[in-house]
């Protein structure tokens, strides 16, 4: 995915960023959680834990720009119609552009700590 560009498409939108995003929450919801809970170092567990409040804001922007992103583009994500959506160019304002970056920074990021717990 070209994340310098203005647009991206809705088929990489739907297979291949939104799939990273729900793997940085389950990562987060339950590797990352589960390490803090049976920590018995307490530096461990508090390093574990700053990186969960820095993981869980960055995720917070990160979703509300695509939530954004996924509103203005409904009609073509997901055709009222029931049909699939065609794989079209969606225009990204600057905050949808730097939340697609984030997200695959993101990925990277809790990918590397998970592999570590």
């Known amino acids: 995915m ?19 995003l729900k793997t940085v929450e389950f990562i987060l919801d339950s590797k ?16 574990y834990q700053v990186y969960q409040q820095e993981f869980q804001l960055e995720l917070m922007m990160i979703q509300m720009n695509l939530e ?3 509103t203005r583009y409904a009609n073509i994500i997901k055709p009222s119609d029931g049909t699939r959506g065609e794989n079209t160019y969606l225009e990204l304002d600057d905050s949808e ?9 993101l990925h990277n990021k809790v990918s590397t700590l998970a592999s570590t717990l």
């Open 32 to 47: 990352l959680a589960a390490a803090i809970e049976h920590s018995k170092d307490a530096q461990q567990k508090e390093k």
């Open 97 to 105: 552009r730097v939340a697609l970056s984030a997200i695959i920074n």
């Open 68 to 70: 954004h992103l996924l």
């Open 2 to 20: 070209k994340i310098a560009n203005a647009t991206v498409t809705s088929y990489e939108l739907i297979n291949d960023v939104i799939p990273k």
